[in-house]
Nanobody, 125 residues
Framework: QIHLVESGGGSVRAGGSLTLSCAAS????????VGWFRQAPGKEREFVSL????????IYGDSMKGRATISGDSAKNTVNLQMDSLEAEDSAVYYC??????????????????WGLGTQVTVSS
């Protein structure tokens, strides 16, 4: 069973960048479909990005399209999310999630079986 831990969150000024990391243990993360989601207080969970098995397909949600880049690091067994040109509206807890199952596109969080605990991103204007 895969275990996921997010890191890399923090506080940044608007226009800045952050790179989030989703580290896996117990399994090879490249074998999974891995998604990033975010949730701000009082708002619904929102899809950010998906990297399918071995990076075959990559998609981005509308919220961060053109400002985010998802990638895999096999040596570190991680999937990373680089976020640029951050805005105050990007402030949220960011979660990574994984599944071996097929997914609808864009994916719903309900399609994922394994979740990390999240990492907080705060963008000040």
């Amino acid at each position: 069973q895969i275990h996921l831990v997010e890191s890399g969150g923090g506080s940044v000024r608007a226009g800045g960048s952050l790179t989030l990391s989703c580290a896996a243990s117990g399994a090879i993360i490249d074998d999974y479909n891995v998604g990033w989601f975010r949730q701000a207080p009082g708002k619904e969970r929102e899809f950010v990005s998906l990297r399918t098995y071995r990076g075959v397909t990559i998609i981005y949600g509308d919220s961060m399209k053109g400002r985010a880049t998802i990638s895999g690091d096999s040596a570190k067994n991680t999937v990373n999310l680089q976020m640029d040109s951050l805005e105050a509206e990007d402030s949220a807890v960011y979660y990574c999630a994984a599944t071996l199952a097929g997914l609808q596109i864009p994916p719903s969080g309900r399609g994922f079986d394994y979740w990390g605990l999240g990492t907080q991103v705060t963008v000040s204007s």
